[in-house]
């Protein structure tokens, strides 16, 4: 955009609105908020106008709807620099009648709006004031728990003024392994809440070829497909690599529908999955699960038979830990009989499922493997991202030992549920071994 107004100053902030090219899913994004979205999430290319989009939606916004609005980063330093000096051109602020406090960052609107740029270093920051909107940047590298501590309270609080209006926020960024940005998208992806929805395109899709050339030749694969691709993409070493969004659902439990429950015993999450057998008996859906904090297997039957107290089918099968059943060859209690007792009190009977000894390792992570993904391109695990998100985080995020070709990262709390759903599918649906040269199908003889 050329102007040529006689003011220098207004001439350089004018030139800072020149057109941008058009993108459906950028246009999608722009008018997202007036169709009820309140977060936008944009998990998108670097250098591929996301920020640039919010800039000019936020701007737009304080002009033509008074209120308190923001635009934050990860920390003070770096609000700054990618805000301030756009957000003062963007509003041609040589032209308010109040000059932009240089100390606080605030931009003051002659229509009573005000823009605030703010660094979540310390998340409390965008607390008390009833905001209208805003958007953060960088949003993979906030403090994981400033999302739910503080910034969604803090566009929950209501307006007095406007006690039917909700705050909204755009959460940009590029993705920064499977944390809490990636837990966000995954919530977004399900469907389950409409105030968010995911917007994502690559850089491809608006920068140059030779541009993006020159960032292939000097990135690894792997930071590109991030960077430059806006894709999820996690350390080396991650166990279940073909885990996917394919493998996601939104299915629940039916009634009738017998429960297949599966147990890690003997740590702390005490981990259970609970899943049902779908498509003739080819698919396994986990669809809930049971996590306790410093617990034993006896509470974690309580809660089985108050969660199900209302399912029609009170026959479940058990699955698991070997090592739980300890103890009943001289008569002792194990964590199976303790359970099966709190079961059988409440009316439920059951099957259990549970192999002499544990399978290898490796044979049961290829047993998930191939439920997750076979060679062929077949699916047939699927998981509730809602109601059994430790399952989902689980097969997402777990990783091999530093070192290991199998050992598993006891480090990860979600090790657990993956070795439970483990100890499941081994029992029902054992992988391909070769034993003595000779093709042989596990658990078979």
Known sequence: MIANTGNLMLDRQLSRWYPLKDHPVQLALVAA?????????????????????????????????????????????????????????????????R???????????????????????????????????????????????????????????????????????????????????????????????????????????????DVMDAMKRAMSAKQFKQEFEASFETASGRIYEDYSKANTTNAAIEPHEQLMWMHDQNFTPLSSAIGVRRNDGKDLYLL??????????????????????????????????????????????????????????????????????????????????AKILTASGETSLFINPVTAPWCHKGLSTVQLQMGSTFQEDQKNDYQHITTAIGYCIDVEWPCIKRTGGTRRIGGLA
């Open 33 to 97: 908020v007036s169709e009820g979205i309140r977060f936008p999430l944009v998990p998108a290319g670097r250098r591929s106008g996301k920020t640039e989009r919010f800039k000019r939606f936020v701007v737009k916004q304080a002009s033509a709807y008074t209120g308190m609005y923001f635009a934050a980063a990860p920390t003070h330093a770096q609000a700054k620099k990618i805000f301030w000096d756009d957000l003062k051109a963007f509003t041609l602020c040589c032209m308010h009648s």
């Open 99 to 209: 000059r932009p406090s240089e100390s606080d960052l605030i931009i003051y609107l002659d229509n009573g709006s005000e823009i605030h740029v703010i660094g979540l270093d310390k998340p409390q920051r965008i607390e008390g004031i009833p905001w209208t909107g805003g958007g953060i940047d960088e949003f993979a590298d906030i403090k994981p728990d400033a999302w739910e501590a503080n910034i969604l309270p803090a566009l929950n609080t209501v307006n007095p003024t406007m006690p039917d209006y909700r705050a909204w926020c755009w959460l940009l960024g590029v993705p920064d392994g499977l944390n809490h940005y990636y837990d966000l998208c995954m919530q977004a992806e399900s469907g389950n809440d409409p105030n968010f929805r995911v917007f994502h395109w690559k850089s491809a899709e608006i920068l140059p070829a």
């Open 288 to 369: 809930d699960e049971i996590v306790l904090i410093s617990a034993v297997s006896k509470q974690s039957a309580a809660e089985f038979v108050d969660k199900f107290k209302d399912h029609k089918n009170k026959h479940v099968l058990i699955y698991g830990d070997p090592a739980g059943k300890a103890g009943e060859k001289h008569g002792h209690a194990s964590d199976y009989t303790d359970i099966e007792g709190v079961l059988k009190a409440n009316g439920w009977t059951y099957t259990r499922k549970v192999k002499p000894a544990h399978p290898s390792i490796k044979d049961r992570q290829n047993a998930v493997r």
